[in-house]
């Protein structure tokens, strides 16, 4: 069965720094595009930041450019997002995702079919 889980999420203060991991199980990790994803309540999902399946190409949202920094170890199977300068606006549950993407095809697109999706992982922000 082919699965992705995310882990990393929790609370913690404003300015503060989240490490989040995306392990895919089932399946490899090398012909797919990772997009990470958050939704806060009464708010629409938004695609925060994408990178293709070589790693080589990286797509950020405007509300985290220069915060937050996507990567990928595919010998681990595995997606992180490293969120710093946190805001309590980042406050939303955070969901990782794989679109079918070898040889990067489709780039780093957050606005793409993506195949599988996580469960998810809360990360909330506050003093």
């Known amino acids: 069965q082919r699965q992705l889980v995310e882990s990393g999420g929790g609370l913690v203060q404003p300015g503060g720094s989240l490490r989040l991991s995306c392990a895919a199980s089932?399946?490899?990790?090398?012909?797919?595009?990772i997009g990470w994803f958050r939704q806060a309540p009464g708010k629409e999902r938004e695609g925060i930041s994408c990178?293709?399946?070589?790693?080589?190409?990286?797509n950020y949202a405007d509300s985290v450019e220069g915060r937050f920094t996507i990567s990928r170890d595919n010998a681990k199977n595995t997606v992180y997002l490293q969120m710093s300068s946190l805001k309590p606006e980042d406050t939303a549950i955070y969901y990782c995702?794989?679109?079918?993407?070898?040889?990067?095809?489709?780039?780093?697109?957050?606005?793409?079919?993506?195949?599988?999706w996580g469960q998810g992982t809360q990360v909330t922000v506050s003093s």
């Open positions: 995702a794989a679109a079918w993407g070898p040889l990067d095809r489709g780039g780093a697109s957050c606005t793409r079919y993506y195949d599988y």
């Open positions: 089932g399946f490899t990790l090398d012909y797919y595009a």
């Open positions: 990178i293709s399946s070589s790693g080589g190409l990286t």
